[in-house]
């Protein structure tokens, strides 16, 4: 993308003077300190000043750590568990019982894979029924065990094909809302990357809804709304703007509750320290959560989403 052009051409030099540096045998450390220090300037400033366009990119970057390395980089004990115990296991969908920090938690997370086996197995994302019906099977194991539940989303939304809608997709996303909004445990969902539509949705009904600095969250794709309102795929630009899919125009919604912090330049430059980010605002949260008796949370959860959209005109 054209906002991070500049900072290509620093980290080039950069690296082309390390290079020179090793070759020749020369010492050019204060000029790589310098331009390491205008690399750093210049990224506070790119990266606190990006479009809610240019923060789609940054989700949508193949590097950002995805849903299983953030189990794997935050959770002890691990144990998945798989299949909807009625059609099949779908590889979108990764779930399990965990420990972070002595906590014990059902952990669901949307996985779109790295690498090309990686993806196919997992189509890329899409969850099919089989996959909502599958987290709703863990989600209803939690609630019985009184095991809260946290959700890990990245996704362009559920998978459309023609199989998807044979099986019952609009049916699985709408249980998954109507079951998430009354089970009897604490919920955490976190869009880790992309939060596309109903698929997303299907897993982000909770008591508390945190967002990655640089993730996006949407009804629907820039892309796609650029071609069904303005009949024109290239205003995806002023169809973001438009959607206000960033992190901090729906904290100011109230459509989210907490935004995580990213490593400069997003989650991708610092796996560990996203991971640590993440591993911190879960365990604030659950300890916040698990101090409201059931009723009292089931009741805030129906009354967060009861109150999104509405508005009072002046």
Known sequence: MKFENELFEIENKIEELKQFSEDKNINLDDEIEKLDKKYEKKAKEVYSNLSDWEKVFIARN?????????????????????????????????????????????????????????????????????????????????????????????????????????????????????????????????????????????????????????????????????????????????????????AQNLKKLEIIDEIIPEPLGGAHKNKECSEINLKKAVLSSIQELKKIDMDTLLENRYNKYRKIGIFIEE
């Open 62 to 246: 193949s590097e950002r750590p995805n849903s299983v390395e953030y189990i794997n980089g935050i959770t002890d004990d691990f144990v998945e568990l798989h299949g909807d115990r009625l059609f099949g296991d779908d590889g979108a969908i990764v779930g399990g019982l965990c420990k972070i920090s002595g906590e014990k938690f059902m952990v669901i997370g949307i996985q779109k894979g790295r690498g090309m086996d990686e993806k196919l197995h997992s189509n890329f994302g899409m969850a099919s029924p089989e996959g909502y019906r599958k987290a709703l099977r863990l989600m209803r194991t939690a609630e019985r065990f009184s095991i809260p539940v946290l959700t890990l989303i990245d996704t362009a939304g559920a998978y459309p094909g023609l199989e998807a809608e044979e099986r019952g997709q609009g049916e699985a996303i709408a249980r998954n809302l109507m079951e998430m909004s009354g089970l009897k445990t604490q919920i955490i969902a976190v869009i880790i990357g992309e939060g596309g539509s109903g698929g997303a949705l299907a897993l982000a009904v909770a008591d508390k809804v945190m967002m990655f600095e640089h993730s996006v969250y949407s009804v629907i794709s820039p892309e796609g709304c650029a071609a069904i309102l303005f009949k024109d795929g290239n205003l995806s630009e002023k169809a973001a703007k438009n959607l206000k899919i960033s």
